[in-house]
């Protein structure tokens, strides 16, 4: 009850322009009405100073006297101001301010949406662009092999070495590795006595802090072997038997040398589906003096 403020009435924004607006509008109206008493004593005076007084009555101006000029003069302000207040007022006045603003936001907007429109376009454009760049590295994306050498019965290693020794197809491994990728599983690669020259080794383990000699990639997995190997052309995976595996669903071609015998082992090549894989290509080497056992190359390519 007491100590309490009355609240004070808020006046809308732009309920508060609008009385002000009117305000000024009544002071213009206010000065025209002045101006206008004013003119009217001020022609009177004139009139009086000149006819009655005799102010200046030999003074003329192409033959009239001079207070005519005057008058005439006061008279042409005079509807200068009028002119403002009821004419001027009109066409720029607020709502002339707001009809201008109007059309200079539409204008704007108008061309917001040509700019969106040519964005889009671009956009598109650069989307095109974008499939047609992906569509090309995917035509020159790394194409992963298969190279391995495996008995009739699939058998490629026991204790975590070769079962024969083949002169010819150690050239061969050679010959189509050297200087690429080569992926294998950590077995595979502490068979090396060191890392083989010319090509980059990746070496997949799960083994933590595995220590490799420099040059060596050591991942988790064969996708990251895989990525690792993304900037060589035609990485090749060597082994061993559970890394086949893994890869024969995901490569894109097969080199095999096929042993033709049958040997005990502890490590095998999982099957050929040739629903899946077609012979493109089929060497057949003899026994020599430096092969103990006949062989074959052959090439299997993805239908």
């Known amino acids: 009850m007491f100590g309490k403020k009355k609240p004070t009435p808020q006046i809308d924004k ?19 009405y002045v101006h206008f008493v004013v003119f009217l004593i001020g022609a009177i005076f004139l009139i009086v100073a000149n006819t009655v007084l005799g102010i200046g009555e030999n003074v003329t101006f192409f033959g009239k006297e001079w207070f005519l000029y005057a008058i005439l003069l006061w ?3 005079f509807l200068y101001h009028l002119f403002n207040v009821f004419i ?9 301010e707001k009809q201008q603003l109007e059309k200079l936001v539409s204008k704007q907007k108008q061309r917001i949406e040509e700019l969106k429109s040519s964005f889009v376009k671009e956009e598109k454009i650069i989307a ?8 090309k590295n995917e035509t020159k994306k790394s194409k992963l092999t298969i190279i391995v050498a495996a008995a009739e019965n699939n058998a490629i290693g026991k204790g975590n070495q070769l079962i024969w020794h083949l002169s ?13 990728h080569i992926i294998m599983g950590r077995k595979t690669f502490e068979s090396f006595p060191k890392p083989l020259p010319n090509r980059t080794h990746v070496v997949i ?26 900037n060589d052309s035609q990485p090749f995976i060597i082994g061993g038997g559970e890394i086949y595996k893994q890869a024969l669903t995901i490569v894109d071609k097969i080199e095999l040398t096929r042993v033709h015998e049958s040997f005990e082992a502890d ?13 493109t290509a089929n060497t057949f080497h003899a026994k020599d003096d430096n092969h103990a056992f006949e062989f074959s190359f052959i090439t299997y390519q993805k239908k």
């Open 205 to 230: 383990t799960r083994q933590a802090n595995y220590k490799v000699p420099d040059g060596v990639i050591v991942v988790n997995s064969l996708e990251d072997a895989i990525d690792a190997s993304k």
């Open 128 to 135: 095109k662009s974008e499939v047609y760049n992906e569509s």
């Open 14 to 32: 732009d309920q508060l322009e609008l009385i002000e607006n009117a305000q000024k509008r009544i002071k213009q109206k206010k000065r025209l």
């Open 168 to 180: 010819d197809d150690l050239k061969r491994f050679k010959n189509l590795t050297n200087e690429h």
């Open 75 to 77: 008279l042409f302000f």
């Open 267 to 279: 490590t095998f090549f999982p099957s050929i589906d040739t629903s899946i894989w077609k012979e």
């Open 88 to 96: 001027t007022h009109k066409f720029m006045g607020k709502a002339w």
